[in-house]
């Protein structure tokens, strides 16, 4: 079951309370106060993990709570610390706020942690308040609460390449074609129901990572079909094959189609019309040797040769076409850079205003 999309509760753990005690032994007057301090709660945790690729694990248990801390005790003992909770997303997840309106954390890189809630702190104990003039206090402090919130997770796939295309335009059979991935593949629309994704051997220095989104409809960036629950899934792809189905038992002509499909693109958030696309003519091999192929096949090329679009045509049942799109898209993603996260330029504009960089720019760096 793929799930892409959660909403959680995450609690810290209450910091301890500090404990009121004074030091009574035999033959030993006016021991004093020794009541020790409260720990500190525990701290709720996200962290990516690469072994996980969707969010079913917060489909049914949605709370996590951490430990709280415990309370101090007398002759000065301090309360135990509590254990902090660790929560594992796949990487590529996107934690917003309660209302799902402002983004809190990107989580894209194995191994990388937000602090979701942090702990409370614990309380002092009466002998933090001792002095000089207070021998014998007699205050003493609760431990505070832990953070507390709903925290909404949205799965965006990493991958460097994304199929978009009408449902049926032969998605998943090309990425089963070129792939490892062995998606679902039937004669009706809407087949593919969730992302797929495939690994790529373009060369033996160059493979890549490639995405079947679901089909896309008309109004899909505003509802329609599937296309809005999966159209997060293809922003942080580099490239795009735009598949466009050719074949005489396609409704309409691909001009249209592919106009369509580049409407949404372009209505959807993500700036998703922008990215660097290849247009792929698929189902050659239904064209035949008639009047069909130069209305349709030709057209279509004609059309993204005006627009200095690049054009393959393949079928992904003979195979014919596969291996000149493969060294297409290796050449196209060889010249388009991984695209940085939305914190990664922040992050460089800051280190800028320092006069600091990531490559050792400091003292330590220096002379090394």
């Given at each position: 079951?793929f799930?892409?999309?959660?909403r959680?509760?995450?609690?810290?753990?209450?910091?301890?309370n500090?404990?009121?005690?004074?030091?009574?032994?035999?033959?030993?007057?006016r021991?004093g106060?020794?009541?020790?301090d409260?720990?500190d709660?525990?701290?709720?945790?996200?962290?990516?993990?690469?072994?996980?690729?969707?969010?079913?694990?917060?489909?049914?248990?949605?709370?996590f709570?951490?430990?709280?801390?415990?309370?101090?005790q007398?002759?000065?003992?301090?309360?135990?610390?509590?254990?902090?909770?660790?929560?594992?997303?796949?990487?590529g997840?996107?934690v917003?706020?309660?209302?799902?309106?402002?983004?809190?954390?990107?989580l894209?890189?194995?191994?990388?942690?937000?602090?979701?809630?942090?702990g409370?702190?614990?309380?002092?104990?009466?002998?933090?308040?001792?002095?000089s003039?207070?021998?014998?206090?007699?205050?003493?402090?609760?431990?505070?609460?832990?953070?507390?919130?709903w925290l909404?997770?949205?799965?965006?796939?990493?991958?460097?390449?994304?199929?978009?295309?009408?449902?049926?335009?032969g998605?998943s059979?090309?990425?089963s074609?070129?792939?490892?991935?062995?998606?679902?593949?039937?004669?009706?629309?809407?087949?593919?129901?969730?992302?797929?994704?495939?690994?790529?051997?373009?060369?033996?220095?160059?493979?890549?990572?490639?995405a079947?989104?679901?089909?896309?409809?008309?109004?899909?960036?505003?509802?329609?079909g599937?296309?809005t629950?999966?159209?997060?899934?293809?922003?942080?792809?580099?490239?795009l094959?735009?598949?466009?189905?050719?074949s005489?038992?396609?409704?309409?002509?691909?001009?249209?189609?592919?106009e369509v499909?580049?409407?949404?693109?372009?209505?959807?958030?993500?700036?998703?019309?922008?990215?660097?696309?290849?247009?792929?003519?698929?189902?050659?091999d239904?064209?035949?040797?008639?009047e069909?192929?130069p209305?349709?096949?030709?057209?279509?090329?004609?059309?993204?040769?005006?627009?200095?679009?690049?054009?393959?045509?393949?079928s992904?049942?003979?195979?014919?076409?596969l291996?000149?799109?493969?060294?297409?898209?290796?050449?196209?993603?060889?010249?388009?850079?991984?695209?940085p996260r939305?914190?990664?330029?922040?992050?460089?504009?800051a280190?800028?205003?320092?006069?600091?960089?990531?490559?050792g720019?400091?003292?330590?760096?220096?002379?090394?």
């Amino acid at each position: 079951m793929f799930v892409d999309h959660a909403r959680i509760f995450v609690a810290a753990g209450d910091g301890g309370n500090g404990c009121l005690s004074f030091r009574r032994e035999k033959y030993v007057p006016r021991g004093g106060p020794d009541g020790g301090d409260g720990g500190d709660g525990g701290s709720v945790i996200l962290e990516a993990d690469k072994d996980l690729s969707t969010l079913v694990p917060f489909r049914y248990n949605r709370l996590f709570r951490a430990e709280r801390g415990r309370h101090g005790q007398g002759a000065n003992r301090h309360g135990r610390r509590g254990e902090d909770l660790l929560i594992k997303v796949p990487p590529g997840t996107v934690v917003m706020d309660e209302t799902g309106s402002r983004k809190l954390a990107d989580l894209s890189r194995p191994g990388e942690r937000w602090p979701a809630a942090q702990g409370g702190r614990g309380g002092r104990g009466n002998a933090r308040f001792a002095t000089s003039t207070n021998q014998a206090p007699r205050r003493h402090e609760e431990g505070r609460p832990g953070e507390e919130r709903w925290l909404v997770l949205e799965l965006k796939l990493l991958a460097d390449v994304g199929l978009v295309g009408f449902p049926n335009a032969g998605k998943s059979t090309l990425l089963s074609r070129l792939s490892d991935a062995r998606p679902k593949i039937a004669d009706y629309p809407f087949t593919t129901l969730t992302p797929h994704l495939g690994h790529v051997t373009a060369a033996e220095d160059l493979s890549f990572v490639m995405a079947d989104i679901p089909g896309l409809i008309e109004g899909a960036s505003e509802g329609a079909g599937l296309g809005t629950r999966f159209l997060r899934h293809v922003e942080r792809t580099r490239l795009l094959l735009h598949l466009v189905d050719v074949s005489p038992m396609a409704e309409g002509s691909p001009v249209r189609r592919w106009e369509v499909i580049q409407g949404e693109l372009a209505a959807a958030p993500g700036g998703l019309a922008g990215k660097p696309q290849i247009v792929v003519g698929t189902k050659i091999d239904a064209l035949g040797g008639g009047e069909d192929r130069p209305d349709r096949l030709e057209a279509l090329r004609r059309h993204c040769a005006a627009r200095g679009l690049p054009f393959v045509a393949i079928s992904a049942v003979s195979g014919a076409g596969l291996a000149e799109l493969v060294r297409e898209t290796a050449r196209r993603l060889r010249r388009t850079p991984a695209s940085p996260r939305p914190g990664d330029e922040a992050e460089a504009d800051a280190a800028s205003l320092d006069g600091t960089s990531g490559d050792g720019g400091g003292p330590e760096g220096t002379g090394a």
